[in-house]
């Protein structure tokens, strides 16, 4: 099975993990400790939450300021734009930033949020269909 396992650094796991429940990630214990947070979006797609020293502790690289700068941007997509602004209300609420408006292609609807330390997420409704239909790719 493929399976990708995202790393941040976070300044507070238990804040952080507050806000990606709400986002609608789940924890997932068997890689939960003090110093590091799993949380899941799909079978496929975890979010490992470390505390700086724990991130350090793998890379001895200088962590940026997230909140200064983007080291990368993540997009998760869903089935509706309903999804998508539930999901971005869900995590303004627990205390994300929305940097942007929404973008709207027509095929797709792309709302931005960032997390507790800057941490930037696109929730993205695509329409393959449409997408397809107007590049004439099949």
């Known amino acids: 099975m493929k399976q990708i396992f995202i790393n941040l650094p976070v300044k507070n796991v238990e804040a952080s993990m507050n806000f990606y429940t709400q986002l609608g990630f789940t924890n ?3 890689f939960t400790f003090d ?3 799993c949380m899941v979006w799909s079978e496929q797609v975890y979010l490992m939450l470390q505390t700086y020293e724990m991130y350090k502790s793998g890379n001895k690289k200088n962590i940026p300021d997230t909140k200064k700068y983007s080291i990368a941007t993540f997009t998760l997509p869903v089935e509706s734009l309903d999804r998508v602004n539930e999901i971005i ?9 929305e940097p942007t ?5 027509g095929f797709m609807q792309v709302r931005n ?3 507790l330390d800057g941490h930037n997420w696109g929730i ?3 329409d393959l269909d449409k ?3 107007m590049t004439g790719n099949q």
């Open 124 to 126: 993205i409704c695509l």
């Open 89 to 97: 209300e869900n995590g303004l609420q627990a205390g994300g930033t």
């Open 131 to 133: 997408f397809k239909e």
């Open 35 to 37: 110093d590091q947070k």
């Open 113 to 115: 949020i960032e997390d």
């Open 101 to 105: 408006p929404m973008y709207d292609e």
């Open 28 to 30: 997932n214990p068997l």
